[in-house]
């Protein structure tokens, strides 16, 4: 075959390629088409790089109806994936965006073939270079060689390194009693506090929050909302014997201020001691219920001095203990 | 040394470069899961829908919602996570019931009757909306990559948080006092998800 009737070949060949490009590109695609062609596009969010288009997953074929009526109702190509592209980012798209940091990802194989063309075209300027006699290697060389080898390999396996480190893992489920320990207290609301121990119920961790959350209310005097919950830390056996004590402590108070329940207040009282019968609070309160709802201002002197006597009890309780032991003794009423 | 020599050691270095700089790329891009890149619609205003209940019952539009804070869970039985959430999410939904907070629950990826005879046996809160979401309009709309997910939405309805895997009473009740305050959560991610159920 000569020369001419080569490149007329070629020319005709390239010829009929550019026109069947060109009827592909302005030839409007059929909407079964269309659909299948964004489908093709869209990667399924629940698969593993299957398009919605290819993927049987249930998520993927309703994307795919989705798909199909936008295109029914004449919405543009465009507008679809960006619709689907405000929901999903653009994670959803099978081929990465010729833009940012995949750019270089497009950008590779037209340099890989520059390069190739450039050296391609090189050696048909240099014939005669192709042809020499590979020089012996010297010395040098043979260093240069190793050192280079050595680099790359080192080069790789940070890049690896790198790779792996990068990987992004899942934290493991958070436990909510196992936070609560490290939780502060002051940052959460009532509701927040209610919903985690209303959680928790069955976790004895939980009873640090339980506690907390009813001081909150009783501290606020709301008694209503904090019995539930002392009561519940009360009667409890996995409580420990503090949790117990103060629980035991406050319902006896609550007893004894909110219903006037003395006899109550004084049982609950007691079953505090037979926890710890060197228990501060529960001493001080027994003496307060005593004294205040039973009129035993004696028992309560003596449940006062008791106190007072022991070293280890703080400032402010001691503080408190000697103005109600000052008023008990002068006979005046419970304050 | 030859000319050729040159070309084809620069080549060489060209191709080592070009191929350390393509595994750079690749490589950055491994710590990239979709599923756990920020969603696009924080700070966005929340997808409207309206939706019927999973028992068939008349159910509701987002939009009535206005002025409340709406916390948006997606969910299904075949989810363990989401089973493993149900308490908390149930805790979380009734105790904030009086502070203008409503926990929407939609069913993933699931027939309703299913969902619902799930909640039947679970339990279900009287101060949550548990709604059907038929060809998954809503899940596609919010960019549902797997469940459980769970999107907070303010009194002005943008979406201000996110949480991807399983929640907790803690972590849902303290979203949402961050949210009363004004604050704007946005995504944290607790755990694993289900894409689908297990074969």
Known sequence: ?335 | MSVTGQVLRWTGLAVVGATVVLAVVLASRFGTDPGLVDSPLLGEPAPEFALAGLDGSEGVALSQLRGEVVVLNFFASWCLECREEHDDLVAASESFSDRDVTFVQIGYQEDPAESFAYLEEAGRSAATLYLADPGSRTAIAYGVFGIPETFFIDTEGTVVGKIIGEANALILGATIDAIIAGERPGQQITGDTRQQPDP
């Open chain 1, 1 to 335: 075959m000569s020369e001419r009737v080569r490149n007329v070949l070629i020319v005709a060949v390239m010829a009929v390629m550019a026109i069947a490009l060109t009827l592909l590109v302005s030839t409007r695609p059929a909407d079964v088409d269309r659909v299948e062609e964004i489908g093709s596009r869209i990667k399924c969010p629940v698969c593993q790089g299957e398009s919605i288009a290819n993927s049987p997953s249930p998520m993927a074929e309703d994307m795919m109806d989705l798909v199909s009526e936008r295109v029914a109702a004449g919405v543009p190509d465009q507008e679809i994936i960006d619709e689907l592209l405000g929901s999903y980012t653009g994670a959803v798209l099978l081929d990465p965006p010729a833009s940012g940091s995949t750019l270089v990802l497009w950008l590779a194989p037209i340099a890989a073939l520059a390069v190739g063309v450039g050296v391609i075209w090189w050696w048909q300027r240099h014939p005669g270079a192709v042809g020499d006699p590979p020089a012996p290697p010297t010395e040098r060389s043979r260093t240069r060689l190793v050192v280079g080898g050595v680099v790359l390999i080192f080069a790789f396996a940070g890049i690896l390194v790198v790779a792996s480190n990068s990987l992004q893992d899942r934290p493991a489920p958070a436990s909510g009693a196992a936070d609560l320990a490290d939780q502060d207290l002051t940052e959460v609301s009532d509701e927040t506090m209610e919903a985690v121990v209303a959680a928790n119920a069955d976790n004895p961790q939980v009873n640090g929050m339980r506690l907390a959350l009813a001081e909150r209310y009783f501290d606020a005097g709301d008694y209503r909302s904090a019995f539930p919950h002392y009561l519940e830390v009360a009667e409890d056996p996995d409580a420990t014997a503090a949790e117990a004590i103060t629980a035991l402590v406050r319902l006896s108070w609550m007893a004894y201020d909110g219903n006037d329940e003395v006899e109550t207040a004084t049982r609950l009282v007691e079953e505090a001691l037979a926890i710890d019968p060197n228990s501060t609070v529960a001493l001080y309160v027994k003496a307060r219920v005593r004294w205040c709802g039973a009129g035993e201002t004696d028992e309560a002197v003596t449940i006062f001095e008791t106190l007072l006597a022991d070293p280890g009890v703080d400032p402010e309780t001691r503080a408190r203990i000697e103005s109600d032991l000052e008023l008990a003794r002068d006979g005046e009423g419970c304050p």
